[in-house]
Nanobody, 122 residues
Framework: QVQLVESGGDLVQAGGSLRLTCAAS????????MAWYRQAPGMQRELVAN???????YYADSVKGRFTISRDVAKNTVYLQMNSLKFEDAAVYTC????????????????WGRGTLVTVSS
């Protein structure tokens, strides 16, 4: 059993910054990748950024140059540093992780957090 808990969502003015945190806990042998998704009201969920075990990252075009994803492997934690926030960045941000719970697992399984709300004003 694996749990993901997000934190850091807040109300921020356009042009401001936030840092989101997602901590994984439970039966974890290794985490292959971690990612951030977001979903605004009435919109489909989209992948914002992800990072794999080797350190490679991916960013949606809409956030390139403004957002940075990073991991603390020892803490099973992923961060999303968000700068120069825009109105269209407002959404519920949800953490995703592909987790191997045991050395005997041939592949990881996906787990999801409940989400943290980011609101952009002004």
């Amino acid at each position: 059993q694996v749990q993901l808990v997000e934190s850091g969502g807040d109300l921020v003015q356009a042009g401001g910054s936030l840092r989101l945190t997602c901590a994984a806990s439970g039966s974890i042998f290794s985490i292959n990748s971690m990612a951030w998704y977001r979903q605004a009201p009435g919109m489909q969920r989209e992948l914002v950024a992800n990072i794999i075990s080797g350190g490679s990252t991916y960013y949606a075009d809409s956030v390139k140059g403004r957002f940075t994803i990073s991991r603390d492997v020892a803490k099973n934690t992923v961060y999303l540093q968000m700068n120069s926030l825009k109105f269209e960045d407002a959404a519920v941000y949800t953490c995703n992780a592909e987790v191997r719970s045991s050395v005997t697992d041939f592949y990881g399984r996906d787990y999801w957090g409940r989400g943290t709300l980011v609101t952009v004003s002004s």
